[in-house]
């Protein structure tokens, strides 16, 4: 299903995880120029890729980069239960091994090729860079869910009822939470577009999947200095669904030699569609322009391979 959209052309297939699963998948490629680098987006929970992120995957696509996307399983228009994760590694190895398949095309195998997460995706692209610690080039980190801010969290003794039931009922509607849209999203426009998306996932977080979600975003917080790879971090310093603290640790400790982090006053959660024009148009200058310059320079990535592939080999001699 191929259409252009301006100088873009959108296009979008169905594929099958090891499980048999059908997952959705999409993809924007700038038209007339040879794309100059690959973006991987990785969409956040309850959200889906080919109408919440498309105006940013037009957006990067215009300024020259071929992006894809895939709606993980009980998301958007890929199969499951809506809402419904049962392992969030399933997830991990849904996106690494798609989009590895292309980055591995002959066309792709020398551009530069990223991770764009935003909230749960952020948490997508970190594990996906754990998984192959030397595979991608950078990521662009969009309020990543590396903790869950304590606004919508559960106390512990309701998170530990949550988890016993979680072992009869995983698929129950009855995470007690506040509507994530109400305080991610600030234009009110964007607001109720999302909820009029079918593809967009509305109810109460269902037990196994909100145990997930903690799960992982307990686990990078503890892990956070094992990130390698170069990364720009933005967050919203009113952000309300994700701790904007816990981004700052990320840049602090982080081993990255090349990390940078952007803090927007008076911004909300929802950075790349949820804010005003001239809020997004922000955000956006410094993600192209974060993107760009790691571009234009070449990549690290073969340069970190070699010397981990050194180090091994000097630690075993």
């Excluded at 030397?134 to 304590?150: R, T």
């Excluded at 001239?278 to 200058?285: A, G, H, P, R, Y």
């Amino acid at each position: 299903m191929a259409r252009e959209i301006g100088n873009v052309m959108y296009d979008e297939e169905f594929i099958l995880n090891s499980r048999g699963l059908k997952l959705f998948t999409c993809k924007w490629i700038p038209i007339n120029q040879e794309p100059k680098a690959l973006v991987f987006i990785c969409h956040g929970y309850a959200m889906e890729c080919s109408i919440t992120m498309n105006s940013t995957a037009i957006r990067l696509a215009k300024a020259g980069y071929a992006v894809y996307g895939l709606d993980y399983e009980g998301h958007g228009k890929s199969a499951g239960l809506q809402g419904y994760v049962e392992n969030m590694d399933y997830v991990i190895n849904d996106c690494s091994s798609h989009f590895t398949s292309i980055c591995e095309k002959q066309e792709n195998r020398e551009k530069m090729r990223y991770l764009l997460g935003e909230s749960l995706g952020g948490s997508v692209a970190l594990l996906l860079h754990r998984k192959k610690p030397d595979f991608w080039s950078g990521a662009v980190l969009v309020a990543p869910m590396c903790k869950i801010a304590d606004d919508v969290r559960p106390p512990e003794m309701v998170i530990t009822v949550l988890r016993t039931l979680c072992r009869v009922i995983p698929t129950w509607k009855i995470i007690p939470t506040q509507d994530i849209v109400d305080i991610a999203f600030k234009v009110p426009e964007v607001r109720q577009k999302i909820r009029e998306n079918p593809y967009c996932y509305k109810g109460k977080p269902r037990l196994k999947t909100g145990n997930e979600l903690l799960r992982i975003s307990l686990d990078l917080e503890q892990r956070l200095q094992e990130v390698s790879l170069p990364f720009i971090v933005l967050h919203g310093e009113a952000d309300r669904v994700t701790d904007k603290s816990v981004s700052e640790q990320l840049f602090r400790v982080a081993s990255s030699s090349d990390k940078t982090i952007k803090l927007y006053p008076e911004m909300w959660h929802g950075l790349l569609y949820g804010e005003t024009v001239e809020n997004s148009d922000k955000v956006f200058e410094d993600i192209i322009v974060w993107l760009g310059n790691r571009t234009d320079h070449g990549d690290t990535r073969l340069e970190r391979e070699q010397k981990r592939k050194h180090d091994g080999f000097s630690n075993s001699s």
